[in-house]
């Protein structure tokens, strides 16, 4: 297995990402985990959540950064603040649009925009907001698992709004 904090995803010296397509197939894995992270985080399942995150020789490379936070490093750091997240919401829904996903090598990244529908405590007050996020996957003995998020609030409109 390659060391994978030396593992390069470009050409260190031009920054130029590989050429051709990646196969079908790698995309439609990366969607199908994709769906599965938001899946576990909509139902709130931290078991589910769990496995879909990196774990060794990854784990201490697992990133989140969440709307108005600093970035959380670490598998477990990361895992503890989803179920923070998951405590503190008594329903979560996620629309997510603008899909893309990009493969290269044994990484991916996907970008998406989450609409997203909530309620704290007892779920008497529902409330919506619009997020981009960037999620980051890496390939692994057992398929694609989540490497990194980073979900940022959007406070203007877009070109087709």
Do not use: K
């Amino acid at each position: 297995m390659s060391d994978p904090v030396s593992d390069p995803v470009s050409d260190p010296v031009s920054g130029a990402w590989p050429s051709g397509d990646p196969p079908p197939s790698d995309v439609a894995e990366v969607a199908a985990a994709h769906a599965a992270y938001y899946a576990a985080f909509e139902e709130g399942d931290l078991d589910a959540m769990a496995t879909i995150w990196v774990d060794r020789p990854y784990a201490e490379l697992a990133w989140a950064v969440h709307p108005g936070l600093r970035a959380i490093r670490g598998r477990e750091r990361v895992l503890r603040s989803f179920a923070a997240a998951m405590a503190s919401t008594s329903y979560l829904q996620f629309v997510i649009t603008e899909l893309d996903v990009q493969v290269v090598g044994d990484l991916a990244v996907v970008l998406c925009v989450e609409n997203v529908l909530a309620a704290e405590g007892d779920g008497a007050a529902l409330s919506g907001g619009t997020l981009v996020a960037t999620n980051v996957l890496r390939r692994v003995g057992e398929g694609w698992r989540m490497l990194g998020h980073h979900g940022s609030g959007v406070l203007v409109p877009g070109p087709e709004d």
